[in-house]
C-alpha cells in the first residue's frame, strides 16, 4: 500500500479486503488477536502492542540479543486513516525478553477494552519507513481476511506465510512430519483435492506416526491445537500441487483467472470451521464419550453435537439435566448468539472456540445467556482475568459430560 493516508474509514468487509491486499503485497506480514494486555482492560503496566518473538522482521531489523535493549521508529498507518509516530522496542534487558510496538498518542482509538479479541493486521515494505496496521473488529471482518489465508485462529499470533505455517518444535519430528506431508500429497490421484474431512483424518494419522514415541498424556486441548496446525500445513500443501504450476504458467484470459482465484478462496474460506467440527469428534471418540453430531432437533435445527445421543434427546423420560449441548464455532465475538434457540431441551450451552480474547462486555453477556465457553487450556491466558474461572478447557468440559450424561 503506497505511503498516502485515505480520509475515510472502510466498512467492515472493505476494511477486510484491503488488508488482505496489503498483506498480499507486503514483504513481511503478521497477525494476532488483540489480548486484555494489549487493550489495556487488565490495568497491567504493559505499554503498547506485544509482538511474538518469530515475528521481530515486522518491526525490526535485527533480532533482539538479549542483555541489551533495541528500538527502531516507525511512522504508521492504522486502518488506511489514523497516523501515529510509534516505536519498535526489543526489551532483553534483566529478566524481560519481548518485543513490543509502543507510543500511539493520547487520541489513538484501537486500544480500548472494546477491542480486545479485534484482529491485528501489521505489513512491512522493504525501503519504507512506514508500517501499515489493519485492526479487523466485526466477526466477518475477521473471516474475511483468515479466509484469505487459509488461517483459523490457531495459526495467528505469527508471520504470515502462505507456504509454511506453524512447524513441530523438535527437528526431528518436523522433518519426519515433512516427509509424511510429501509422501501424503505425491500419493493423491492427479487433480483431485481431498475434502476436509479426508485433509482432517490425514492430519489425525501423520501426527500419531509423528508422535508415536513421545511421551504419552498429552490431552485433548494440546491435541487438537496441534491437529489443527497440522492440517493447515497439509492443505498448504495440496494446494500448492494443485495449482502451483498453473499459477505459475499464468492465465490466458482475466476469466480463467478469476475462476481459479474464486475456487481457492471459497475453498480457503470453508475449510476452517469443518475442520474444528471433525476434530472434536475425534476427540470425543477417543475418550470414549457419547455423543452425536448434526441432531435433527426442533424446527429442523442440527446442533454440532448432543451429548449422549440423539435417541435420549428425543426421549422425553431422559432428564433435560443428563443432556449437554456443544456448539463448535472458530470465532464467536459476534455470532454466539445464533446457538440459543438450537436444542431447546438443553437451556444452558456450551460453545468451543479456537477464537483468542473477548471483551469482558460481551463475557457478561454470554453469562447472562446461559453460554458457556470452552477453549484450549492455554488459550485461556486471552481472556480478560476474571472471566478465566468460567471459561472451560477442553479437557474440563469432556470431564463435565462424563459426569452429567451417565
Known sequence: MPDDVLSFEKPDLELAAAAVIDATGADVAYCKFLTPNDTGETASHQAGFHVAKGAWPVILDHEGMKGQNTDKDWRICWNGQHITDSRAIYYGQGTRNEYRLTRFGTDFPYRHPENTGDLWVLTRRAGSSQLNAWVLSSEAAVDEFLGAFALSPENTNQLLDQRRGRSATVPDQADREARLISEYVAGLPEGLFPTTYEISRSARAIDAQVHRDAAPGLGPDSVIKRWAELEYRIFLAVEERTYGDLVAEGFETVDEFVDVANRVLNR?????????????????????????????????????????????????????????FLAAKTTCKDRWRQILNEAARIPHKHLFTLQQGITSAQLDEMSEAGVTLVVPADNKRTFPPEHRDWILSLAEFIALVREVTV
Do not use: C
Open 268 to 324: 480457503r474460506k470453508s475449510r476452517a470451521g469443518h475442520s474444528l467440527e471433525n476434530h472434536l469428534a475425534a476427540i470425543f471418540d477417543d475418550a470414549g464419550v457419547g455423543y452425536e453430531a448434526q441432531v435433527r432437533t426442533e424446527g429442523n435445527r442440527k446442533p454440532d453435537f448432543i451429548f449422549p445421543s440423539a435417541q435420549r434427546y428425543h426421549d422425553r423420560d431422559w432428564p433435560d439435566s443428563r443432556l449437554v
